[in-house]
């Protein structure tokens, strides 16, 4: 069966410090990958996308992602956490049964301390 | 372009009122998505759209829910009777079909509230 996998509720991380925001995954075919955030009280916005190529795919506000096909992950990443970066970030992976809809992981709360 | 224009932005209601949740998708984009996103059940996909033919209902919890689109810029979400467990926000989504990565973009939600 497909799915997304968003293992932590809520991730913690001081400002100014490295954040890391997990997701794995599990498709047939090849995995198209996405992260979006959604800040209080608004609608969920892109961040990035993996369809192919580069393993290291960076995204909008200095996010990142790395794909690492062999853990089955799409791992999002910033080097130097904001306390603006304080939202719920979600992974999705496209439903290749469905062809158009996507899988939607469970959301992960980030809260970024000053 | 404004982007994916949902109305009313909140809306309170009493049980067995209906709700009539409107959509302007992004012009031009082919697939239109209805969501509900509740803090108990997190994001759920109730229906989508492909040039305005319904696809996949499968996600609408009861015949109390019915999606139309009745052309490409406009779909309406109605829940009648409504009841307090239908309280969530519903977010509106549409994306180009015919070109990769089929991102999905978002509406502002509605937030609705059955009393």
């Known amino acids: 069966a497909q799915s997304v996998a968003q293992p932590e509720d809520q991730v913690n991380v001081a400002e100014g410090n490295p954040l890391t925001v997990k997701c794995t995954y599990s498709?047939?075919?090849?995995?198209?990958l996405f992260w979006y955030v959604q800040y209080p009280n608004r609608g969920l916005q892109f961040l990035l996308k993996?369809?192919?190529?580069d393993n290291l795919v960076k995204g909008s506000y200095g996010f990142e992602a790395e794909f690492n096909k062999s853990q089955t992950s799409f791992h999002l990443k910033k080097p130097s956490a904001l306390v603006s970066d304080s939202a719920l970030y979600f992974c999705?992976?496209?439903?290749?049964?469905?062809?158009?809809?996507?899988?939607w992981g469970a959301g992960t709360k980030l809260i970024i301390k000053p | 372009d404004a982007g994916v224009i949902q109305s009313p932005r909140h809306e309170v209601t009493e049980m067995g009122q209906e709700v009539t949740l409107r959509c302007k998708p992004i012009s031009g984009h082919d697939y239109l998505f209805w969501y509900r996103q509740t803090m108990m059940r997190g994001l759920e996909l109730l229906i989508y759209f492909n040039n305005n033919v319904p696809i996949d209902d499968s996600g609408m919890p009861e015949d109390r829910f019915s999606a139309k689109m009745p052309n490409a810029s406009f779909s309406t979400l109605k829940i009648q009777p409504s009841e307090p467990r239908d309280s969530a926000v519903y977010f509106c989504a549409s994306s180009l079909g015919r070109e990769l990565p089929y991102e999905q973009y978002f509406g502002p939600g509605t937030r609705l509230t059955v009393t």
């Open positions: 999705a992976v496209r439903d290749w049964k469905s062809n158009y809809q996507l899988i």
């Open positions: 498709v047939s075919g090849n995995p198209y």
């Open positions: 993996y369809i192919t190529g």
